[in-house]
């Protein structure tokens, strides 16, 4: 399972066009954004490969973006239970449309913020 540390030097080097800072308490990671919004990642200590991404967006709407895989019954009609993609909303739940895999899917899931901040 990937670190605290893998995910910070990803966010750091590869995407060093929209990160403007990181703050690493325990195993969780804030990701601060060029337009000041923020991304927190958790990797669960608990639960093996488990992992949580969460943007919040910072637009009037209060619009948030989330990819985890933490076991939510509420989401099992979802195709990749239990990975599942909130898009926009805490309701808003979609199949996931990043990799399965916590690093390929944190990397992807870093293209579609870029994505949105362009």
Same mark, same amino acid.
């Given at each position: 399972?990937?670190?605290?540390?893998?995910?910070?030097?990803?966010?750091?080097?590869?995407?060093?066009?929209?990160?403007?800072?990181?703050?690493?308490?325990?195993?969780?990671?804030?990701?601060?954004?060029?337009?000041?919004?923020?991304? /927190?990642?958790?990797?669960?200590?608990?639960?093996?490969?488990?992992?949580?991404?969460?943007?919040?967006?910072? /637009?009037?709407?209060?619009?948030?973006?989330?990819?985890?895989?933490?076991?939510?019954?509420?989401?099992?009609?979802?195709?990749?239970?239990?990975?599942?993609?909130?898009?926009?909303?805490?309701?808003?739940?979609?199949?996931?449309?990043?990799?399965?895999?916590?690093?390929?899917?944190?990397?992807?899931?870093?293209?579609?913020?870029?994505?949105?901040?362009?």
């Amino acid at each position: 399972m990937p670190t605290v540390e893998d995910i910070k030097r990803i966010a750091e080097i590869e995407f060093v066009d929209i990160v403007k800072d990181t703050s690493q308490i325990d195993y969780k990671l804030r990701i601060f954004l060029i337009n000041n919004s923020f991304i /927190d990642v958790c990797l669960s200590q608990r639960l093996p490969d488990k992992f949580g991404f969460h943007w919040e967006s910072k /637009d009037e709407k209060g619009t948030f973006y989330r990819y985890d895989n933490f076991p939510d019954k509420n989401w099992q009609r979802v195709e990749t239970f239990p990975y599942h993609f909130h898009n926009g909303s805490q309701d808003s739940v979609e199949t996931s449309p990043f990799p399965l895999s916590s690093i390929e899917g944190f990397r992807a899931f870093m293209e579609f913020v870029r994505n949105k901040l362009k």
